[in-house]
């Protein structure tokens, strides 16, 4: 028996399926029961089905893209903290409790809206990080060198 979707079939096609499978039902049942049981959503309505699934997918990935650039970078900080707590450790702690948080938010504008944001600090705190690493750098090579040390 050949497969029919219900999108290539018109509706009169359909209920003469319908009431040959229906065994001698009245075909206005038959039309009720295809009514009740099948309804084809809009074009809209498709059109949406497509591009959620995508628009998640999209923003999950986004969301551990992030994340992974988060502990990359926190690599580069190896100072301690004033309770002796490397930075590194903070930064992958404070960034693992910020997702979990976000992680059950339903509303995909205020996530995408988190992760901008989120991008914005990582990328502040990255040139912040290398101007004042140029500047350490600047200084040292500023000082006279004294011989013998």
Do not use: C
């Amino acid at each position: 028996m050949a497969e029919i979707s219900i999108g290539s079939v018109d509706d009169k096609k359909l209920l003469a399926l319908a009431a040959s499978i229906g065994h001698g039902a009245d075909p206005d049942e038959v039309a009720e029961l295809i009514e009740s049981n099948i309804r084809r959503p809009s074009r809209e309505e498709q059109d949406a089905q497509r591009a959620t699934p995508r628009r998640l997918l999209t923003t999950r990935r986004e969301a551990l893209s992030l994340y992974r650039e988060i502990l990359r970078y926190s690599n580069l900080f190896v100072h301690r903290d004033e309770h002796g707590r490397m930075w590194r450790d903070v930064l992958r702690a404070n960034a693992r409790a910020e997702f979990e948080v976000a992680r059950s938010e339903p509303d995909p504008e205020l996530i995408n809206r988190m992760i901008v944001t989120g991008r914005d600090a990582v990328q502040r705190i990255v040139d912040s990080y290398m101007r004042k690493r140029q500047r350490i750098i600047a200084e040292e090579t500023e000082r006279p060198q004294v011989p013998g040390m």
